[in-house]
């Protein structure tokens, strides 16, 4: 690729998805395959960025390992015009591909957004959908949620805003789907977890109702990471598409979800969405 324009730079965001197969999660770490890493270095490789410091990659959430995303999103400094750097984000790895990009200002940072989207997927068998709006419910709103999530990172306030908590069905699945502006580690998967501990009986639904106020701690499971997805991170901008045709993304897509190896659980159902969202019209 020649050098673009005048070579100064300019900041885009990108919204970006990847499957978790392969990785050890998103946050980049020594000794260790992740989506950020591999991001950070085909970026300098590339020469979408001059170098590490002036690059200034900034993640929206950085999700754990197992878990999938079709709407995380990046920011970098880059003398590269939007579209360029959509094409060869598309190119980095075939588990990780870009749905669009925008321009923001030089002070962007991605992990202030308005709103976080996630979907847990729930087989439908052996649960009941009734029971299962009803212990969302209790979620909704500003609680404690000390209780939900891991704690070792010394993080700040554990109060949290859930804005809406949707459960649905489509096909073998349920589909719990969770907004919140911010998410603690491992908020929705401890949440998940509280639930179906509830649904067997383990735990009696008055204790999760008082932990939320935050009159009791509660020790509860991680739910299964491969049925989580991030779904969306929203700003106040609108996206741009990437040059590739529906076609070319679809492609790239199965041979991307091929390369992973996907069977069963999510995987079915997270093959279905992305390439129904692909498909010619």
């Given at each position: 690729?020649?050098?673009?324009?005048?070579?100064?730079?300019?900041?885009?965001?990108?919204?970006?998805?990847?499957?978790?197969?392969?990785?050890?999660?998103?946050?980049?770490?020594?000794?260790?395959?992740?989506?950020?890493?591999?991001?950070?270095?085909?970026?300098?490789?590339?020469?979408?960025?001059?170098?590490?410091?002036?690059?200034?990659?900034?993640?929206?959430?950085?999700?754990?390992?197992?878990?999938?995303?079709?709407?995380?999103?990046?920011?970098?400094?880059?003398?590269?015009?939007?579209?360029?750097?959509?094409?060869?984000?598309?190119?980095?790895?075939?588990?990780?591909?870009?749905?669009?990009?925008?321009?923001?200002?030089?002070?962007?940072?991605?992990?202030?957004?308005?709103?976080?989207?996630?979907?847990?997927?729930?087989?439908?068998?052996?649960?009941?959908?009734?029971?299962?709006?009803?212990?969302?419910?209790?979620?909704?709103?500003?609680?404690?949620?000390?209780?939900?999530?891991?704690?070792?990172?010394?993080?700040?306030?554990?109060?949290?805003?859930?804005?809406?908590?949707?459960?649905?069905?489509?096909?073998?699945?349920?589909?719990?789907?969770?907004?919140?502006?911010?998410?603690?580690?491992?908020?929705?998967?401890?949440?998940?977890?509280?639930?179906?501990?509830?649904?067997?009986?383990?735990?009696?639904?008055?204790?999760?109702?008082?932990?939320?106020?935050?009159?009791?701690?509660?020790?509860?499971?991680?739910?299964?990471?491969?049925?989580?997805?991030?779904?969306?991170?929203?700003?106040?901008?609108?996206?741009?598409?990437?040059?590739?045709?529906?076609?070319?993304?679809?492609?790239?897509?199965?041979?991307?979800?091929?390369?992973?190896?996907?069977?069963?659980?999510?995987?079915?159902?997270?093959?279905e969405r992305v390439l129904a969202s692909t498909s010619d019209p």
């Amino acid at each position: 690729m020649a050098r673009e324009g005048t070579g100064r730079l300019a900041r885009y965001a990108f919204r970006i998805g990847y499957l978790a197969e392969g990785f050890l999660g998103y946050a980049r770490q020594p000794g260790g395959e992740t989506v950020e890493g591999t991001l950070r270095r085909e970026i300098l490789r590339r020469g979408l960025a001059p170098d590490e410091e002036r690059m200034q990659l900034q993640s929206a959430s950085r999700t754990d390992r197992g878990v999938h995303a079709l709407g995380n999103v990046i920011a970098f400094n880059t003398p590269w015009s939007g579209p360029s750097v959509a094409r060869a984000l598309d190119a980095v790895d075939p588990r990780i591909f870009c749905f669009g990009y925008a321009p923001v200002p030089p002070t962007f940072q991605p992990r202030r957004a308005r709103s976080r989207w996630y979907r847990y997927l729930l087989p439908r068998e052996g649960h009941d959908p009734a029971s299962w709006r009803a212990m969302a419910t209790w979620f909704l709103g500003e609680h404690e949620f000390a209780s939900f999530s891991r704690r070792d990172r010394g993080e700040g306030p554990t109060r949290r805003t859930v804005e809406s908590f949707r459960v649905s069905g489509e096909g073998p699945w349920l589909l719990l789907d969770v907004r919140a502006p911010s998410f603690l580690w491992h908020q929705v998967r401890k949440m998940v977890g509280a639930m179906e501990e509830v649904a067997a009986g383990r735990i009696p639904g008055a204790r999760v109702q008082a932990a939320l106020r935050g009159e009791t701690r509660l020790t509860v499971p991680l739910a299964d990471p491969s049925r989580l997805v991030l779904m969306e991170v929203l700003y106040d901008f609108r996206w741009r598409e990437g040059s590739r045709s529906p076609r070319a993304h679809r492609r790239f897509l199965e041979e991307a979800l091929a390369a992973a190896r996907l069977r069963g659980t999510l995987l079915g159902w997270f093959q279905e969405r992305v390439l129904a969202s692909t498909s010619d019209p």
